[in-house]
C-alpha cells in the first residue's frame, strides 16, 4: 500500500512537473561593451516568473586577466542607468577561444524605450559609455 501511494504522489509530482510552462524569450535592446582580450556575446533572455534570466558567453582572446563578473544595466531611453545586476563568472585559463557561460537574473520589468548595456569586468563601477 505505501508503495501505491509513493507511485501516486511520483506520478502528481511529474505531471505538474511536465505541464509547467517553457521559459519565454524576451527581446532586448543589448549593447555589449568591448574588454580588452576578451568577447562578451549578447545575452540570450528568458523571463523566470517576475525577473529577467540574462544567459551568454564570455570568451578568452589573449592571456589578459580574467574578469570576474558580467554586469547588465537597464538603461532608460535617454540613456540614464536604472537598475543594475551583476553575476559572476568563473576564472578562463589558458589559452585560446576558451569560453564559460555567464547567467544574471534581474528582477526587472523593462519598459518601451529601455535597454540594456553589458559588460564584463575585473572591478567594481559602472559599465564605460559605449559608443
Request: charged content about 25%.
Amino acid at each position: 500500500m505505501r508503495l501505491v501511494s509513493m507511485l501516486a504522489l511520483a506520478l502528481v509530482a511529474s505531471a505538474g512537473t511536465a505541464s509547467a510552462a517553457p521559459p519565454e524569450r524576451v527581446e532586448v535592446d543589448t549593447e555589449v561593451i568591448p574588454l580588452t582580450g576578451f568577447r562578451l556575446e549578447p545575452p540570450g533572455v528568458t523571463r523566470d516568473g517576475d525577473s529577467l534570466r540574462f544567459r551568454g558567453f564570455l570568451c578568452r582572446k589573449s592571456v589578459a586577466m580574467s574578469p570576474y563578473r558580467v554586469r547588465l544595466e537597464r538603461l532608460s531611453a535617454d540613456g540614464r542607468v536604472l537598475d543594475v545586476a551583476t553575476g559572476r563568472v568563473s576564472a578562463i585559463s589558458g589559452r585560446g577561444q576558451r569560453c564559460t557561460v555567464y547567467t544574471v537574473t534581474a528582477p526587472w520589468r523593462l519598459e518601451p524605450g529601455d535597454r540594456v548595456r553589458a559588460c564584463a569586468q575585473r572591478g567594481d563601477g559602472p559599465c564605460p559609455a559605449g559608443g
